[in-house]
């Protein structure tokens, strides 16, 4: 079975922090996608990020960064010098395949408050 | 270009009424999938359609359908409403489903609409 678990249920900042967002998965398959989406009070979820099982590199884009280490099952999300507009629920994902086709597997999701 | 559509946006039902929502993937997208999500949790699984055919389903009951039209558009349906199914209903899009094709196997960025807000009274 696929579990995600984001252990952080709520983080406050301050604007301009830095905060980091805490993904660890659990999976048996080989080949897997891990995800992050953004989710505003809108509802829409807003694709933020796939990695590959098979690419470790660590990917920057702009003030987010992400950070994913095999050897843990650990997926994380950084984001630098956060903004007030960076506040909503962040969810990490993971694609599992079930007799043929994938799904994406939750946490819990972690919401993020920056305070000006 | 139009990301996923999703109707309607909000909607209010009665408990054992029925309900039908809708979902446009992106253009090019021939994959569907439906997810819902209660308050305070993550998306769960309800089901996925590729080319217009059922490919999984998520641990829902028989309350629960769904389809996928020539044009790729989907609808998912829920007969006989209790409490419980008060719930943001995703429709998800992507060009194929990923697949377990090893190293070299596709996979393709899963796109969300916004979602429909269900609530049951």
């Known amino acids: 079975a696929q579990k995600v678990t984001q252990a952080q249920t709520e983080i406050s900042v301050v604007e301009k922090e830095d905060v980091t967002l805490d993904c660890v998965y659990e999976?048996?398959?080989?080949?897997?996608?891990l995800f992050w989406y953004k989710q505003p009070p809108s509802g829409e979820l807003v694709f933020l990020i796939r990695?590959?099982?098979?690419?470790?590199q660590n990917e920057i884009s702009g003030r987010y960064s992400w950070n994913f280490q095999k050897s843990t099952s650990s997926f994380n999300f950084t984001i630098t010098a956060s903004q007030v507009v960076d506040s909503a629920v962040y969810f990490c994902?993971?694609?599992?395949?079930?007799?043929?086709?994938?799904?994406?597997?939750f946490g819990k999701g972690t919401m993020l408050l920056v305070s000006p | 270009d139009a990301g996923v559509t999703q109707s309607p946006t909000h909607l209010i039902k009665t408990r054992g009424q029925q309900v039908t929502l809708r979902c446009s993937p992106i253009?090019?997208?021939?994959?569907v999938s439906w997810y819902q999500q209660v308050l305070g949790q993550g998306p769960q699984f309800i089901f996925q359609?590729?080319?217009?055919?059922?490919?999984g389903r998520g641990n829902f009951p028989d309350r629960f359908s769904a389809r996928q039209f020539p044009n790729y558009s989907s609808e998912l349906n829920v007969n006989a409403l209790l409490l419980g199914d008060s719930a943001l209903y995703l429709c998800?899009?992507?060009?194929?489903?990923?697949?377990?094709?090893?190293?070299?196997?596709?996979?393709?960025?899963?796109?969300f609409g916004e979602g429909s807000w269900l609530t049951v009274v």
């Open positions: 994902a993971l694609s599992g395949r079930n007799s043929g086709y994938s799904t994406l597997t």
């Open positions: 998800a899009s992507s060009a194929d489903p990923l697949t377990s094709g090893g190293p070299g196997g596709s996979g393709n960025t899963i796109y």
């Open positions: 999976t048996r398959d080989t080949t897997y996608y």
């Open positions: 990695r590959n099982s098979f690419d470790e």
């Open positions: 253009s090019g997208h021939k994959s």
């Open positions: 359609y590729y080319e217009k055919e059922e490919r």
